[in-house]
């Protein structure tokens, strides 16, 4: 059981390219988020989903892309890259919305954009 | 924007003391309280969380305490272990997939 695996785990990248972060949980999750994580900011929200097909926007949402075709997957796209989306970003996966359930995290994918 | 506010930024407490790490929120909306504990390198880890309806949940050394009326959430840790050394985040939402985070703790607990 992978548990929320995230891949790649670095990346560096120049101003305006895009790339496509990649994140998928085999436990049967509906609820998927992905959050950046920057020094002294804790844990922000940019997108999340409910369920295949539906997507919605969180706190920081800008410059961000989404989808989620199948319950497993759920992969991030930055269009054009800025140095401001330097960060580490962390995906995170739920069975249900009960406070019983805990939400997974991944271990992150550190991006550096020059 | 609905924030959650963690104190201090950093703690350093010896071996077999007690940590304790406090968070405001605003959103009176919210009704679960989530305490993540992170290592460096890796992604958060659920620790122990609390709803509303409670003010006490204690799970082995850790005990989140819970002041509705000031909305106010604190975590403790018993008996503070090396190990225990961490970053720790409160957070605060209406859902466990829509969290509004603290910006975090670095305990050092020195042996």
């Known amino acids: 059981n992978a548990g929320v695996t995230q891949t790649p785990k670095f990346q560096v990248l120049k101003t305006g390219q895009s790339m496509t972060l990649q994140c998928a949980q085999d436990?049967?999750?509906?609820?998927m988020s992905w959050y950046r994580q920057d020094p002294g900011m804790g844990l922000r929200l940019i997108h999340y989903?409910?369920?295949?097909?539906?997507?919605d926007q969180g706190e920081v949402p800008n410059g961000y892309n989404v989808s989620r075709s199948t319950t497993e997957d759920f992969p991030l796209r930055l269009l054009s890259a800025a140095p401001s989306q330097t960060s580490v970003y962390f995906c995170?996966?739920?069975?249900?919305?009960?406070?019983?359930?805990?939400?997974?995290f991944g271990d992150g994918t550190r991006l550096s954009i020059l | 924007q609905q924030q959650v506010k963690q104190s201090p930024q950093s703690l350093i407490v010896q071996k077999g003391g007690i940590s304790i790490i406090n968070c405001a929120y605003e959103?009176?909306?919210?009704?679960?309280f989530p305490w993540y504990q992170q290592f460096p390198g890796k992604g958060p880890a659920l620790l122990i969380a609390?709803?509303?309806?409670?003010s006490e949940k204690k799970e082995g050394r850790f005990t989140i305490s819970f002041n509705k009326s000031a909305k106010q959430f604190s975590l403790h840790i018993m008996d503070s272990q090396p190990g225990d050394s961490a970053t720790y985040f409160c957070?605060?939402?209406?859902?466990?997939?829509?969290?509004?985070f603290g910006k975090g703790t670095l305990l050092t607990v020195n042996p």
């Open positions: 989903s409910v369920g295949a097909g539906i997507t």
């Open positions: 957070a605060g939402g209406i859902s466990n997939y829509k969290l509004t």
């Open positions: 436990m049967n999750h509906e609820y």
């Open positions: 995170a996966s739920s069975y249900s919305t009960g406070t019983d359930q805990p939400q997974h």
């Open positions: 609390i709803r509303p309806d409670v």
């Open positions: 959103n009176t909306a919210f009704d679960y």
